[in-house]
């Protein structure tokens, strides 16, 4: 047996100590006798068409390390008898049809690095039990029915460095004990039902690449600690509702200034009121999404900004934005969308915008733009998109129009 494909067996005694039946085309439910295999250390069976449920016995195998059943239509809820596994290290039964809450026994796994329970339907609240996986690298709950708050008990996982609990139903605030994890690079709760203000105590987690709280209820001011991000390349906090003082420059967009890493920032769907710093010129780089979107952002547009000379989108459309387009925007060659619709900005459009070759769209309708629109925009070979109110001729327009390859 020893020779069979997917079987791996110990030198000596050649009992098996693997089974690997990954991406077999398995049908069927898994026997009960595969708790006989006390020696097992790892077991596969991915990507396969396995239902029914996990069986009890699985709890006999002791020794095992690794338990992997992803993408499967196994049924039911979790063993409790898994908790019998003290050395389990890796456990994935992600994008299953489990159900039922998480049983708080998996807090005795207390070897476990990486943990896989997503697309699911688990409910109830996440155990407190959790706490005790101190050996956590990787906690990917993401796309269940989870309820309840974030428990206060995961800022203990002193070595977690994902953590994913994003698209499920979870409630109350964002613990300040998370910012106790000062390994994690990525944080992910969007689309869940969590409100009150972002911690100032994330501006602990200085490996932090990835911030992703969107889609939420968040409240309050967008904390300056997140410059202490170092790292982080995305920021992602659109559709929530938080603030800021009107009329002064935004604090948080200052202090990002100091992440040389910063890729993403979209905070589009929130209710911030001040004013664009000039600063922002400052910010990395290798900056390519820059999305304020449907704010109450005052003042004008920095002239600074065209120092972002990586863009490929810019949205900052319903806001208050008045004054005119900063000059220079020819540095921004490397533009795909620029959205600057329902402000208050005046002037008319430049000629220098036919030199951003890679834009295809342009939308700067409802705003206070006048004379005619330039005709170095047939140059732009990329244009799909154009949105523009104000006053020109219909030659001039149909002129454009026809070296534009929409």
């Not at 006390?38 to 709890?59: K, R």
């Not at 974030?150 to 004990?177: D, H, R, V």
């Not at 208050?344 to 004379?371: A, D, F, P, T």
Request: a neutral charge; proline letters at 5%.
């Amino acid at each position: 047996m020893c020779n069979w494909t997917g079987i791996r067996c110990s030198h000596n005694l050649q009992r098996v100590v693997a089974l690997d039946l990954t991406d077999m085309d398995l049908q069927g439910v898994i026997s009960p006798a595969l708790g006989n295999l006390t020696a097992l250390v790892e077991l596969y069976l991915s990507f396969n068409q396995l239902h029914g449920s996990i069986p009890d016995e699985l709890g006999k195998l002791t020794g095992l390390k690794f338990l992997l059943f992803p993408q499967n239509y196994f049924t039911g809820t979790i063993p409790p008898s898994l908790k019998n596994l003290s050395i389990l290290m890796h456990l994935d039964l992600s994008e299953n049809n489990l159900h039922g809450p998480i049983p708080p026994e998996i807090g005795m796994l207390i070897q476990l690095r990486c943990l896989y329970l997503y697309d699911n339907q688990f409910s109830g609240n996440i155990p407190s039990s959790i706490g005790n996986l101190s050996q956590l690298v990787v906690l990917q709950l993401l796309r269940n029915s989870l309820t309840g708050p974030i428990t206060p008990e995961i800022g203990t996982l002193t070595k977690l460095q994902e953590l994913k609990l994003f698209q499920n139903q979870l409630l109350g605030s964002i613990s300040p004990e998370i910012g106790s994890l000062t390994q994690l690079k990525q944080l992910n709760l969007f689309e869940n039902q969590l409100s009150g203000n972002i911690p100032n105590s994330l501006g602990n987690c200085s490996k932090m690449e990835l911030l992703d709280l969107r889609k939420n209820q968040l409240s309050g001011t967008v904390p300056t600690e997140l410059g202490n991000l170092v790292l982080v390349k995305k920021i992602i906090l659109e559709y929530n509702q938080l603030v800021s003082s009107s009329n002064i420059p935004l604090p948080f967009l200052i202090a990002l200034t100091n992440c040389s890493q910063l890729e993403f920032i979209k905070m589009s769907y929130n209710n911030l009121s001040g004013v664009l710093p000039r600063s922002i010129g400052h910010l990395s780089s290798k900056l390519s999404i820059l999305d304020f979107g449907n704010n109450q952002i005052r003042g004008n547009i920095p002239q600074q900004i065209t120092n972002l000379t990586n863009l490929t989108y810019l949205n900052i459309r319903n806001n208050l934005l008045s004054g005119y387009l900063p000059s220079g925007l020819k540095r921004f060659y490397k533009f795909e969308r620029l959205d600057l619709s329902g402000n208050n900005i005046g002037g008319g459009l430049q000629e220098e915008i036919g030199k951003m070759k890679s834009l295809g769209e342009l939308e700067v309708s409802w705003n206070n733009l006048s004379g005619t629109i330039p005709g170095s925009l047939g140059r732009l070979q990329q244009l799909r998109r154009l949105f523009c109110t104000t006053t020109i001729s219909q030659e001039r327009y149909l002129l454009v129009c026809r070296n534009v390859q929409t």
